[in-house]
């Protein structure tokens, strides 16, 4: 019987030796142990604060509650700025149609805006969501342009490329009201035609907002260029195949010079060229493009554009090589950030703002104008596990060594 216990233990120590453990009475590695206990550590801290951070942001999107730990963002009063901006051009606005004549339908319109079109004109290209088209009314997306342009790490004196359908004029203000309150240059190019709700009033597209605004002085911005619109970019004629003359006497009115092109893919190119010869003469090379609506040449004609995500994209989830791939493949190719303005209600959800709100929400109000700290239970959870992970590893080390080191 005591002949046999060398075996077993020499049998033992070769498992554990092909285990890579040692016996803790046989020369036992602390150093090992101390090392993988801080690797724990770490770890576990490190994955607590995602999670935390991960909780904290579904909070923000979901619940927004008035009780949660909310904090105003680092950029607050900027975005107050560019959302006063567009409250007051949208004043502007609603004031000078109706000194025009043009009615304000206030079922269409509940909150007075003068941004929300009628159902069918003769510059009404493509169907459209009422719901959609008043939710971008709200002031807040200017501030969620600043939140856009400041995640995209643009810098006063930077150029914003923007193309632009007459579908969402909102988001167009809004837009242009971020670069004013962030000293950014915009460059733009309008496409006149216009789904049912958008700027589709012939005598009042949103080339006559933005002259109008210029003239009181409030956005001193002007159009790089127009162009027709509809399918093919051409100016195809409104849904009721009428509608040839109004556009080209909007596009007269603008002011801009009016892009024409035979094909999709060389609309794209007269797009890419403008913008570059307007950045130039700006001094900075194009900083972020923003897609506004669903203008063939910007968002695409292909089915990858139906794949782009909406918001600020650094990296699209596919890439499309399609010659007719559209401005915001083009750019986010180039490296260059992208803001794509489509799916209104679906931003709207995403940044605690409220979907078709009447009457329009005060300025600073909405979930865009602030950000949560890391849940606090969860980060207490981790940061208590790894102090137990540092604890044990420190009660692995030996007396000397914890003596020396205390």
Same mark, same amino acid.
């Given at each position: ?5 060398? %075996? ?9 030796? @092909? ?103 003769? @510059? ?60 950014? %240059? ?10 049912? &709700? ?100 910007? &968002? ?30 083009? &750019? ?36 865009? &104008? ?37």
């Amino acid at each position: 019987m005591h002949a046999k216990k060398p %075996q077993i233990a020499a049998a033992g120590s070769t498992v554990n030796a @092909i285990a890579g453990i040692t016996p803790f009475g046989h020369g036992f590695n602390r150093s090992r142990v101390r090392a993988l206990g801080i690797v724990l550590a770490a770890a576990l801290a490190v994955a607590g604060l995602a999670l935390a951070e991960q909780s904290g942001r579904a909070s923000m999107a979901l619940h927004r509650r008035p009780d949660a730990a909310l904090a105003r963002t680092e950029f607050y009063d900027r975005q107050v700025r560019a959302a006063a901006i567009m409250r007051d051009c949208t004043l502007a606005i609603a004031e000078e149609r109706t000194a025009r004549g043009i009615h304000l339908d206030p079922e269409l319109d509940p909150n007075g805006t003068g941004l929300i079109g009628a159902e069918f004109t003769p @510059i009404t290209t493509t169907l459209g969501v009422l719901e959609a088209k008043r939710t971008s009314t709200n002031p807040a997306f200017a501030a969620l342009m600043v939140r856009y342009f400041l995640d995209a790490g643009l810098e006063p004196g930077d150029v914003v490329a923007v193309g632009a359908s007459g579908s969402f004029p909102a988001l167009i203000l809004a837009t242009l009201a971020a670069c004013r309150a962030l000293d950014l %240059q915009p460059a733009i190019v309008y496409s006149i035609g216009a789904s049912m &709700y958008g700027a589709n009033i012939p005598e009042f597209t949103f080339g006559d907002m933005l002259v109008f605004l210029n003239s009181r002085g409030m956005l001193p911005y002007g159009l790089a260029a127009v162009s027709l619109g509809g399918e093919g970019d051409v100016g195809a004629n409104g849904v009721f195949g009428e509608g040839a003359e109004c556009f080209e006497q909007a596009a007269t009115r603008s002011g801009a010079p009016l892009l024409k092109a035979n094909t999709v893919a060389d609309s794209i190119r007269h797009r890419m060229e403008i913008f570059a010869h307007a950045a130039e003469r700006l001094g900075r090379p194009v900083a972020c493009f923003v897609n506004i609506g669903g203008a063939t040449a910007n &968002y695409g004609n292909t089915a990858d554009s139906l794949d782009f995500p909406n918001g600020l994209v650094m990296q699209p989830p596919v890439m499309s090589a399609h010659p007719e791939r559209g401005l915001i493949f083009e &750019y986010v190719a180039m490296g260059v950030p992208v803001i794509n303005l489509l799916d209104v209600r679906g931003l709207a959800v995403r940044n605690g703002l409220p979907v078709d709100p009447i009457p329009l929400p005060p300025l600073g109000e909405g979930g865009v &104008y602030f950000t949560q700290a890391h849940s606090r239970p969860t980060a207490a959870v981790a940061l208590l596990a790894s102090a137990s992970a540092v604890l044990a590893a420190a009660g692995a080390l030996p007396r000397r060594r914890r003596g020396a080191l205390a």
